[in-house]
């Protein structure tokens, strides 16, 4: 692929969207309402819309290495609080993947740069599983249950922030955890149980 074939591929794509609708590209300038929020991996081998089955304008999208809520990185906060407070998005979902990159380099014993500081937040979900990751002998097995664990954390994050807090509140906004298995291309709901993790900590991080 080269950028010749790129731009191509573009006037292409173009001209299958107007033959089945002329109007395909003034009703898409008109504006955004999306449903959905999506938080994801910057994989290059893991797309919202393809694997979610959506068309453009139906969710708002963020993505970064190992799909990671930080409070201090502005990126992922702007995106959450305009796709929250401003597009008044309904669903927000973090979504992982099975042979995360990221994952897997968080936990290597090596210096990586301007990467450590990023990957130390994967590191920090290990700690706080330890014993359950730890007793998974098989090292694959175990990788993939920290990708499950941290994006479990990362949902818990936006669940400490307040524009998250403050929507659940007053139009019942959901949080999900997915993870997308690459192996087989299944998009798995994690089926957290947030209630039983928030029971403990809420009166820590109730904002709103």
């Known amino acids: ?20 609708n002329p109007d395909y590209f003034s009703d898409l300038a008109k504006g955004q309402s999306p449903e959905f929020l999506y938080i994801g991996c910057s994989d290059s081998r893991v797309t919202a819309e393809d ?15 190992a799909n990671l809520v930080n409070n201090v990185d502005l990126s992922v906060m702007t995106v959450l609080n305009y796709a929250v407070r401003h597009l008044k998005v309904n669903h927000i979902v973090v979504c992982g993947h099975y042979n995360c990159g990221g994952v897997k380099a968080a936990m290597q014993p090596a210096d990586l740069g301007i990467l450590n500081p990023w990957l130390r937040n994967i590191r920090d979900v290990y700690r706080l599983h330890k014993d359950e990751l730890n007793a998974i002998a098989d090292e694959d097995a175990r990788y993939n249950r920290l990708v499950e664990l941290n994006v479990q954390e990362q949902c818990v994050n936006l669940l400490k922030t307040a524009a998250v807090q403050e929507a659940i509140v007053h139009r019942d906004l959901t949080v999900q955890g997915w993870v997308f298995d690459i192996r087989t291309g299944r998009l798995i709901d994690l089926k957290i149980d947030f209630e039983k993790i928030l029971k403990d900590i809420t009166e820590i991080y109730k904002l709103y």
């Open 1 to 20: 692929m080269n950028v010749a074939e790129v731009f191509k591929n573009n006037e292409k794509w173009i001209a299958e969207k107007l033959s089945i």
């Open 51 to 65: 694997l979610m089955g959506i068309q453009p304008g139906q969710a708002f999208v963020h993505r970064n290495i």
